[in-house]
């Protein structure tokens, strides 16, 4: 009974405590304006020309000068998440095998994956008649922590699906583009 | 409520900053790389009559290295299928401290395959087979590849799928 009666005035209490800030003026209300800002912020993500494409994709790559070439038809990153090898395509789609697989049945799906693709983009190219070699080589953006053998399940795919031409991308450094060293492996310089 | 908008402002300006570091495109590049073919002409004689010639050719006496975690070794595909017993017709630059020496492989090979040339006859072949061993990490290998190719000597480079 005594604490049905406190829990009565509690309410009362809260209920009087709000009526009394509902009565004062608020000059300063601000979810409309974060709002605002956030909307803002949206449309100039969307708006901005220069959006990264490879953003959303977990490979980590080197930093190398390579020579720069326009995008490619047929991209997609490699990295090590946990026990398995993850792809990512530009095209959202995700394909995924453990890294010590050894049978080649986890890759099929990625393997009709690119059939598909190659498929697609020769059709395309016979129907405007028109073939950039740029687009045709496919790149790979393969992360800092994979070894060799975990990259050659997917060339053998490439030649299975006919790919002859395929190129492993590195992030290029804004102030290599004019400059003309870079770093050898061996530590060294070399010039181009 | 100035100090409020000053700050607002300021904050404003600040994620405008960073939205603009985000979404910058970074400048991408690629090291090409091929997978060669087995030549396989389709006659055509209805259209154009094109007929396909290739623009080299993989022979036995290309050029191959093999990248491993202690050294290279270079020969030509002989020296890394048929004869692969044979220890003379390998030579080998060991990593210092862990380092591929690249430069020094450059050198090495450019001098082989140019006496070759001169002294046995072998035509200069533009395609070198590259065989890294499994454990070696991507990064090296690109970094290799795009060192490989900035000799004239080699302008297309094969990654093999290693050695059997």
């Known amino acids: 009974m005594a604490m049905e009666s406190s829990r009565a005035a509690n309410w009362s209490e809260a209920y009087v405590a709000k009526q009394q800030r509902l009565s004062e003026p608020l000059w300063w209300y601000p979810y409309p304006f974060l709002l605002t800002v956030a909307l803002v912020l949206l449309l100039t993500a969307h708006l901005v020309l220069a959006t990264n494409p490879r953003m959303g994709h977990p490979a980590s790559l080197i930093n190398f000068p390579s020579q720069v070439r326009p995008d490619s038809a047929v991209w997609f990153s490699m990295s090590p998440i946990g026990p398995d090898i ?28 690119l059939r598909r693709r190659v498929e697609g983009e020769i059709a395309s190219a016979a129907l405007l008649k028109r073939v950039q070699g740029s687009q045709t080589t496919t790149v790979i953006a393969a992360d800092q922590r994979l070894r060799y053998l975990h990259l050659r399940p997917v060339i053998a795919a490439l030649a299975e699906v006919g790919i002859t031409s395929y190129a492993l991308e590195t992030l290029v450094i804004a102030s290599s583009l004019h400059g003309s060293t870079h770093d050898s492996p061996s530590g060294g310089h070399t010039t181009e | 409520m100035p100090a409020v908008l000053f700050g607002l402002f300021g904050l404003l300006t600040i994620l405008s900053f960073g939205l603009r570091a985000v979404t910058l495109a970074s400048v991408y590049g690629v090291v090409p790389l091929e997978i060669p073919l087995v030549q396989a002409s389709v006659d055509d004689p209805g259209l154009h009559e094109y007929r396909e010639e290739p623009q080299a ?47 020094k492989l450059l050198e090495q090979l450019t001098s082989w395959v140019r006496e070759r040339a001169a002294h046995q006859n072998i035509p200069l072949s533009k395609v070198l087979v590259l065989i890294p061993s499994g454990d070696v990490p991507v990064p090296i290998v690109t970094q290799v590849v795009a060192g490989l190719r900035t000799s004239p000597h080699f302008e297309r480079i094969i990654l093999s799928n290693g050695l059997m």
């Open chain 1, 86 to 113: 993850v792809i990512t395509t530009n095209d959202r789609r995700v394909f995924r095998w453990r890294q010590d697989s050894a049978s080649t049945d986890e890759m099929r799906p990625f393997v009709e994956y």
């Open chain 2, 57 to 103: 050719s993989l022979t036995q006496n290309s050029p191959a290295v093999v990248l491993t975690a202690d050294a290279f070794y270079f020969g030509d595909l002989t020296a890394f299928s048929v004869n692969f017993s044979n220890v003379r017709d390998k030579y080998i630059i060991r990593h210092i401290d862990g380092a591929p020496q690249l430069q």
